[in-house]
């Protein structure tokens, strides 16, 4: 294929030889043959391909935002010759970045990195990466495309946080239910003596009651758990306030891992994830926040009734902006539901006094660091 300077050389051909031929001038005609002999030159050279062998990284994956990421990416010439200069451009968020890479000896790699954009949290798609030579008088040029994609994880930047608060202390005799699972030392019910039951566990006063062996049924008592719920509809956010709603409710699910709660983190868009106590499941919670954008058919809090547990022994964490107070009635409606319920509210602009919500804690804050020194105030209480 033809760069802009060859098409301007095979013009110059054209008119110079045409002009020549025309004005019977052999000095244009000279020059116009001189022309037409650097394409075909150009032409032939590019007939001698390179054999490449490329290979590009993204180091590391992922990110926390403003942190460093690269791109490397590794050529091997695998030909007995050498191989001319060669460029690479990879597209790196919807935008081509350049690579110059140098002629490379036979059998010769050479390794370049180039920087990654981090500023912003976000995932961020690397590639297609497209590999192109050229020749010396840069008339020709040819590309290839390598169709293999990378992806970036910028995760929001958190702050240390306590996590949100179940409203009671954890101890071994917590909530239990008929669904945990046996042979823990909590007290859940008395169920009838089956065969092969710890004749320790029979009770004997209502065995006698009832004219039948009855045990204490003893569970696993409930860990309490802690969801999170970050609005993402449009209209109660500024972009800078989503930004702090975001990076809040990654504060909250590192606290809850940190602390060893499990962890179920929604969106009102429909995202989900969730993590277990020894912090399985926090990168995927992570890349879900690095990905996560306000959508105006969102249908924000009014989502919340339909996420309501099954089970009981849940703590609820909101973050918000600032909704229509109708979106805020859906709290009180689903408190008995939930252990606790603890509201945060962002508002780049004025923080108003929290809405009276019952049974809700509320806070106001104008920033993540505002965020991070009233919740951690708050929680101590």
């Not at 089970?311 to 973050?319: E, R």
Request: net charge neutral; glycine share 8%; hydrophobic share 40%.
């Amino acid at each position: 294929m033809l760069t802009r300077s060859g098409l301007v050389v095979a013009l110059a051909a054209a008119i110079l030889l045409s002009t020549g031929a025309l004005l019977d001038y052999p000095e244009l005609t000279l020059l116009g043959f001189a022309c037409l002999i650097a394409i075909l030159a150009a032409a032939l050279w590019m007939l001698a391909k390179p054999d490449l062998l490329v290979h590009r990284q993204i180091r590391p994956g992922r990110v926390t935002e403003g942190e460093e990421a690269v791109g490397v990416i590794t050529v091997t010439n695998e030909m007995s010759r050498r191989c001319p200069p060669i460029t690479a451009a990879e597209w790196v968020a919807g935008r081509s970045v350049g690579v110059p890479l140098p002629s490379l000896a036979p059998r010769a790699g050479h390794s370049m990195t180039y920087a990654l954009p981090t500023s912003r949290r976000g995932v961020y798609k690397v590639g297609p990466l497209t590999i192109g030579h050229t020749d010396p008088l840069r008339l020709m040029a040819v590309t290839k495309q390598y169709a293999t994609e990378s992806t970036l994880y910028v995760h929001p930047q958190t702050d240390l946080v306590h996590p949100v608060p179940t409203g009671q202390s954890r101890d071994q005799d917590g909530p239990t239910s008929s669904l945990a699972p046996q042979g823990g030392i909590a007290f859940h019910s008395l169920r009838d003596y089956v065969s092969g039951d710890d004749w320790r566990l029979i009770h004997w006063k209502s065995s006698a009651r009832t004219g039948q062996l009855m045990v204490r049924h003893n569970v696993v008592p409930n860990e309490p758990r802690l969801m999170i719920l970050l609005d993402t509809s449009e209209s109660p956010y500024t972009e800078k306030s989503f930004e702090d709603a975001v990076s809040a409710a990654a504060s909250l699910c590192v606290a809850a891992v940190r602390a060893g709660f499990p962890l179920e983190l929604r969106t009102t868009g429909g995202g989900m994830t969730a993590a277990d106590q020894t912090g399985e499941g926090l990168t995927p919670t992570l890349d879900l926040l690095a990905g996560v954008e306000r959508d105006r058919q969102d249908p924000g809090l009014a989502a919340l009734p339909s996420m309501v547990p099954e089970q009981g022994a849940v703590s609820l964490g909101v973050v918000t902006g600032q909704p229509e107070p109708a979106m805020l009635t859906a709290l009180p409606q689903v408190r008995s539901r939930f252990m606790m319920i603890s509201l945060v509210q962002f508002a780049d602009t004025y923080a108003a006094p929290p809405s009276a919500l019952h049974g809700v804690v509320s806070m106001n804050v104008r920033s993540r660091e505002e965020f991070a020194a009233t919740w951690n105030d708050l929680v101590r209480r």
